[in-house]
Protein backbone atom coordinates (compact mmCIF):
# COMPACT_ATOMS: atom_id res chain seq x y z
CA UNK A 1 0.00 0.00 0.00
CA UNK A 2 1.18 3.35 -0.66
CA UNK A 3 1.87 5.98 2.10
CA UNK A 4 -0.64 8.66 2.74
CA UNK A 5 0.18 11.33 1.14
CA UNK A 6 -1.29 14.66 3.35
CA UNK A 7 -0.72 15.47 6.91
CA UNK A 8 -3.67 16.40 8.02
CA UNK A 9 -2.45 18.04 11.44
CA UNK A 10 -3.80 20.89 12.69
CA UNK A 11 -6.55 23.26 12.73
CA UNK A 12 -8.66 23.69 9.51
CA UNK A 13 -11.41 26.45 8.87
CA UNK A 14 -14.70 25.66 7.04
CA UNK A 15 -14.96 29.06 5.53
CA UNK A 16 -18.65 30.98 5.11
CA UNK A 17 -19.52 32.06 1.81
CA UNK A 18 -20.54 36.02 1.69
CA UNK A 19 -22.89 36.89 -0.99
CA UNK A 20 -23.11 40.40 -2.84
CA UNK A 21 -26.38 41.97 -0.23
CA UNK A 22 -27.96 43.27 -3.32
CA UNK A 23 -28.09 40.40 -6.25
CA UNK A 24 -27.11 36.89 -4.18
CA UNK A 25 -24.46 36.16 -5.98
CA UNK A 26 -21.34 35.03 -4.46
CA UNK A 27 -19.17 37.62 -2.91
CA UNK A 28 -15.09 36.30 -4.46
CA UNK A 29 -14.06 39.62 -3.04
CA UNK A 30 -15.86 39.45 0.94
CA UNK A 31 -14.49 35.71 0.10
CA UNK A 32 -10.71 36.21 -0.73
CA UNK A 33 -10.63 38.88 1.95
CA UNK A 34 -11.89 36.51 4.74
CA UNK A 35 -9.08 34.16 3.66
CA UNK A 36 -6.66 36.50 3.19
CA UNK A 37 -7.27 37.29 7.03
CA UNK A 38 -7.40 33.87 8.39
CA UNK A 39 -3.67 32.89 6.59
CA UNK A 40 -2.34 35.40 9.44
CA UNK A 41 -3.46 32.96 12.02
CA UNK A 42 -1.67 29.57 12.70
CA UNK A 43 -4.17 27.70 11.43
CA UNK A 44 -3.49 24.16 8.96
CA UNK A 45 -6.16 25.74 6.10
CA UNK A 46 -9.13 26.59 4.94
CA UNK A 47 -12.48 24.47 3.86
CA UNK A 48 -14.60 25.64 0.71
CA UNK A 49 -18.08 24.60 0.15
CA UNK A 50 -18.33 22.76 3.88
CA UNK A 51 -22.05 22.66 6.09
CA UNK A 52 -20.30 26.09 7.30
CA UNK A 53 -19.76 27.30 3.71
CA UNK A 54 -24.08 26.47 2.72
CA UNK A 55 -22.56 24.08 -0.03
CA UNK A 56 -25.51 22.69 -0.23
CA UNK A 57 -26.83 26.10 -1.69
CA UNK A 58 -24.26 26.87 -3.71
CA UNK A 59 -24.50 25.59 -7.83
CA UNK A 60 -21.64 23.49 -9.33
CA UNK A 61 -20.13 27.00 -11.11
CA UNK A 62 -20.12 29.08 -7.57
CA UNK A 63 -18.09 25.67 -6.09
CA UNK A 64 -15.65 26.01 -8.70
CA UNK A 65 -15.58 29.53 -9.08
CA UNK A 66 -14.96 30.31 -4.85
CA UNK A 67 -11.71 27.63 -5.53
CA UNK A 68 -10.75 29.43 -8.46
CA UNK A 69 -10.28 32.32 -6.43
CA UNK A 70 -8.87 31.25 -3.13
CA UNK A 71 -6.37 29.15 -4.46
CA UNK A 72 -4.66 32.24 -5.22
CA UNK A 73 -4.71 33.33 -1.55
CA UNK A 74 -3.97 30.22 0.25
CA UNK A 75 0.20 29.76 0.10
CA UNK A 76 1.09 26.47 -1.00
CA UNK A 77 2.18 25.81 2.56
CA UNK A 78 -1.14 25.78 4.02
CA UNK A 79 -3.89 23.64 2.51
CA UNK A 80 -7.31 24.09 0.66
CA UNK A 81 -9.34 21.22 0.68
CA UNK A 82 -13.04 21.05 -1.23
CA UNK A 83 -16.39 19.94 0.02
CA UNK A 84 -17.52 17.85 -2.97
CA UNK A 85 -20.07 15.29 -1.54
CA UNK A 86 -23.44 14.82 -3.36
CA UNK A 87 -26.26 12.29 -3.61
CA UNK A 88 -24.81 10.14 -6.96
CA UNK A 89 -21.56 8.78 -7.41
CA UNK A 90 -20.99 10.47 -10.87
CA UNK A 91 -21.57 13.97 -9.61
CA UNK A 92 -19.53 13.60 -6.24
CA UNK A 93 -16.46 12.17 -9.13
CA UNK A 94 -17.48 15.30 -11.03
CA UNK A 95 -17.21 18.01 -8.35
CA UNK A 96 -14.05 16.02 -6.70
CA UNK A 97 -12.29 15.99 -10.61
CA UNK A 98 -13.54 20.06 -11.00
CA UNK A 99 -11.79 20.84 -7.47
CA UNK A 100 -8.92 18.98 -8.35
CA UNK A 101 -8.62 20.71 -11.37
CA UNK A 102 -8.59 23.81 -9.60
CA UNK A 103 -6.26 23.24 -6.99
CA UNK A 104 -7.12 21.56 -4.04
CA UNK A 105 -5.27 19.59 -2.23
CA UNK A 106 -7.78 17.34 -0.59
CA UNK A 107 -11.66 16.47 -1.21
CA UNK A 108 -13.84 16.54 1.98
CA UNK A 109 -16.99 13.90 0.90
CA UNK A 110 -20.06 13.50 3.11
CA UNK A 111 -22.39 10.50 2.39
CA UNK A 112 -25.54 10.14 -0.02
CA UNK A 113 -28.31 10.39 2.38
CA UNK A 114 -31.76 10.95 0.46
CA UNK A 115 -32.35 7.49 0.13
CA UNK A 116 -31.03 6.83 3.55
CA UNK A 117 -32.93 3.31 3.83
CA UNK A 118 -30.86 2.35 0.79
CA UNK A 119 -27.61 3.18 1.92
CA UNK A 120 -26.14 -0.26 3.20
CA UNK A 121 -22.88 -0.56 4.59
CA UNK A 122 -22.33 -2.31 1.54
CA UNK A 123 -23.84 0.41 -0.43
CA UNK A 124 -21.81 3.05 0.80
CA UNK A 125 -18.42 1.32 1.17
CA UNK A 126 -18.81 0.86 -2.97
CA UNK A 127 -19.39 4.43 -3.08
CA UNK A 128 -16.58 6.05 -1.20
CA UNK A 129 -14.18 3.58 -2.90
CA UNK A 130 -15.47 4.50 -6.56
CA UNK A 131 -14.56 8.22 -5.84
CA UNK A 132 -11.15 7.57 -4.12
CA UNK A 133 -10.36 5.87 -7.02
CA UNK A 134 -11.64 8.17 -9.13
CA UNK A 135 -10.10 10.86 -7.46
CA UNK A 136 -7.02 12.61 -8.20
CA UNK A 137 -6.41 14.13 -4.96
CA UNK A 138 -6.54 12.56 -1.31
CA UNK A 139 -10.20 12.25 0.08
CA UNK A 140 -11.52 12.96 3.53
CA UNK A 141 -14.85 10.98 4.44
CA UNK A 142 -17.37 13.49 6.35
CA UNK A 143 -19.69 12.39 9.12
CA UNK A 144 -21.82 15.12 9.11
CA UNK A 145 -23.91 16.51 12.49
CA UNK A 146 -26.67 14.12 13.27
CA UNK A 147 -28.82 17.01 12.94
CA UNK A 148 -28.60 17.96 9.88
CA UNK A 149 -30.46 15.64 7.02
CA UNK A 150 -27.58 12.82 6.74
CA UNK A 151 -27.06 9.11 8.06
CA UNK A 152 -24.22 7.92 10.28
CA UNK A 153 -20.82 6.18 8.91
CA UNK A 154 -20.69 3.41 11.06
CA UNK A 155 -17.29 2.08 12.47
CA UNK A 156 -16.86 -0.70 10.48
CA UNK A 157 -17.55 0.94 7.92
CA UNK A 158 -14.62 3.89 8.32
CA UNK A 159 -12.64 0.92 9.37
CA UNK A 160 -12.89 -0.91 5.95
CA UNK A 161 -12.45 2.32 3.98
CA UNK A 162 -9.10 3.34 6.21
CA UNK A 163 -7.30 0.03 4.07
CA UNK A 164 -7.76 2.74 0.95
CA UNK A 165 -4.36 4.62 0.44
CA UNK A 166 -6.32 7.50 -1.44
CA UNK A 167 -8.69 7.94 1.76
CA UNK A 168 -6.36 9.79 4.42
CA UNK A 169 -9.40 10.58 7.10
CA UNK A 170 -12.64 11.25 8.20
CA UNK A 171 -13.97 14.81 10.16
CA UNK A 172 -16.56 13.16 12.46
CA UNK A 173 -18.64 16.51 13.53
CA UNK A 174 -21.30 14.01 15.83
CA UNK A 175 -19.24 15.34 19.15
CA UNK A 176 -19.69 12.20 20.77
CA UNK A 177 -16.25 11.40 21.91
CA UNK A 178 -17.38 7.59 22.41
CA UNK A 179 -18.20 7.36 18.88
CA UNK A 180 -15.17 9.63 17.54
CA UNK A 181 -12.87 6.57 19.96
CA UNK A 182 -14.58 3.86 17.83
CA UNK A 183 -12.97 5.51 14.75
CA UNK A 184 -10.13 5.43 16.03
CA UNK A 185 -9.99 1.82 17.62
CA UNK A 186 -11.26 0.54 14.33
CA UNK A 187 -9.01 2.88 11.52
CA UNK A 188 -5.81 1.64 10.24
CA UNK A 189 -2.41 3.19 11.05
CA UNK A 190 -2.01 6.51 9.02
CA UNK A 191 -5.65 7.17 8.86
CA UNK A 192 -6.39 10.68 10.37
CA UNK A 193 -9.41 11.48 12.58
CA UNK A 194 -10.79 15.21 12.88
CA UNK A 195 -13.30 16.58 15.42
CA UNK A 196 -15.85 18.58 13.86
CA UNK A 197 -16.33 20.51 17.06
CA UNK A 198 -15.43 23.00 18.24
CA UNK A 199 -16.41 22.25 22.06
CA UNK A 200 -14.46 18.81 21.56
CA UNK A 201 -11.21 19.60 20.27
CA UNK A 202 -9.05 19.41 23.17
CA UNK A 203 -10.32 16.00 24.55
CA UNK A 204 -10.32 14.78 20.83
CA UNK A 205 -6.88 15.36 20.75
CA UNK A 206 -6.26 13.21 23.75
CA UNK A 207 -8.18 10.34 22.28
CA UNK A 208 -6.32 10.42 19.26
CA UNK A 209 -7.45 12.66 16.62
CA UNK A 210 -4.90 14.86 14.59
CA UNK A 211 -6.92 18.25 14.67
CA UNK A 212 -9.86 19.58 13.78
CA UNK A 213 -12.29 21.34 11.34
CA UNK A 214 -14.14 23.74 12.98
CA UNK A 215 -16.89 26.10 11.95
CA UNK A 216 -15.82 28.19 15.46
CA UNK A 217 -12.50 29.12 13.78
CA UNK A 218 -13.96 31.34 11.57
CA UNK A 219 -14.56 33.40 14.79
CA UNK A 220 -11.64 32.58 16.78
CA UNK A 221 -9.04 30.85 14.36
CA UNK A 222 -6.06 32.60 16.58
CA UNK A 223 -7.61 30.51 19.71
CA UNK A 224 -8.32 27.24 18.01
CA UNK A 225 -4.99 27.36 16.10
CA UNK A 226 -2.88 28.17 19.14
CA UNK A 227 -4.74 25.40 21.40
CA UNK A 228 -3.53 22.85 18.83
CA UNK A 229 -0.32 23.86 19.05
CA UNK A 230 -0.08 23.74 22.87
CA UNK A 231 -1.25 20.67 22.92
CA UNK A 232 1.45 19.75 20.21
CA UNK A 233 3.62 21.46 22.29
CA UNK A 234 2.50 19.42 25.60
CA UNK A 235 1.63 22.38 27.18
CA UNK A 236 -1.66 21.03 28.39
CA UNK A 237 -2.83 23.63 30.90
CA UNK A 238 -2.26 25.94 27.69
CA UNK A 239 -4.45 23.95 25.64
CA UNK A 240 -7.08 23.56 28.44
CA UNK A 241 -7.42 27.32 28.98
CA UNK A 242 -7.70 27.87 25.43
CA UNK A 243 -10.41 25.21 25.05
CA UNK A 244 -12.69 27.06 28.15
CA UNK A 245 -12.47 30.05 25.98
CA UNK A 246 -13.50 28.43 23.15
CA UNK A 247 -16.55 26.26 24.18
CA UNK A 248 -19.35 28.63 24.63
CA UNK A 249 -18.34 30.45 21.29
CA UNK A 250 -19.07 26.97 19.69
CA UNK A 251 -21.99 26.11 21.66
CA UNK A 252 -23.50 29.19 21.12
CA UNK A 253 -23.16 30.62 18.15
CA UNK A 254 -22.31 27.33 15.95
CA UNK A 255 -24.28 24.89 17.88
CA UNK A 256 -27.09 27.15 18.82
CA UNK A 257 -27.56 29.19 15.99
CA UNK A 258 -25.70 27.83 12.68
CA UNK A 259 -24.22 29.51 9.91
CA UNK A 260 -26.15 32.79 10.25
CA UNK A 261 -24.98 32.82 14.14
CA UNK A 262 -21.25 32.47 12.56
CA UNK A 263 -22.13 35.21 10.01
CA UNK A 264 -23.27 37.78 12.27
CA UNK A 265 -20.13 36.97 14.64
CA UNK A 266 -17.98 37.78 11.23
CA UNK A 267 -19.74 41.28 10.94
CA UNK A 268 -19.11 41.80 14.58
CA UNK A 269 -15.27 41.00 14.46
CA UNK A 270 -14.86 42.88 11.27
CA UNK A 271 -14.79 40.33 8.02
CA UNK A 272 -17.38 39.52 5.47
CA UNK A 273 -20.36 37.82 7.01
CA UNK A 274 -23.24 39.08 5.78
CA UNK A 275 -26.76 37.28 5.26
CA UNK A 276 -27.25 33.63 4.67
CA UNK A 277 -28.64 32.08 1.46
CA UNK A 278 -32.68 31.87 0.97
CA UNK A 279 -34.37 29.70 2.77
CA UNK A 280 -32.11 30.01 5.73
CA UNK A 281 -33.12 33.30 7.48
CA UNK A 282 -30.79 35.89 9.15
CA UNK A 283 -30.71 36.15 12.91
CA UNK A 284 -33.48 38.15 14.39
CA UNK A 285 -32.62 40.55 17.15
CA UNK A 286 -33.04 38.21 19.94
CA UNK A 287 -30.63 35.56 17.87
CA UNK A 288 -28.30 38.95 17.28
CA UNK A 289 -28.17 39.70 21.32
CA UNK A 290 -26.81 36.19 21.67
CA UNK A 291 -23.75 36.39 19.23
CA UNK A 292 -23.25 39.83 20.81
CA UNK A 293 -23.56 38.86 24.40
CA UNK A 294 -21.10 35.66 24.04
CA UNK A 295 -18.45 37.47 22.17
CA UNK A 296 -18.49 40.16 24.34
CA UNK A 297 -17.88 37.96 27.18
CA UNK A 298 -15.20 36.31 25.44
CA UNK A 299 -13.42 39.75 25.25
CA UNK A 300 -13.89 39.93 21.20
CA UNK A 301 -16.16 42.90 21.19
CA UNK A 302 -17.07 46.12 23.39
Known sequence: MAPRPLD?????????TPFDPVTGDLDVVALRAN???YMEEPVLGVVIGGSTGEAVLLDRTERTRALEAIREVVPE???LVAGTGAESTR???A???????RGADAVLVQPPAFYRGAMRSDVLVRHYRAVADGSPVPVILYQVPLRFSTLELEAGVVGELSRHPNIVGIKDSRGDLDRLAAYLERAQDGFQVLVGSGSALYPSLELGAVGGILGV???VPGWTGRLHAAFQAGDHPEAGRL???VTPLHNEIVGGLGVPGVKYALDLLGLQGGDPRAPLAPLDEKGRGRVEGVLRGA???E
Open 8 to 16: LAGVLIPTT
Open 35 to 37: VRR
Open 77 to 79: DRL
Open 91 to 93: QTL
Open 95 to 101: LTRDAAE
Open 217 to 219: ANV
Open 243 to 245: QEA
Open 299 to 301: GLV
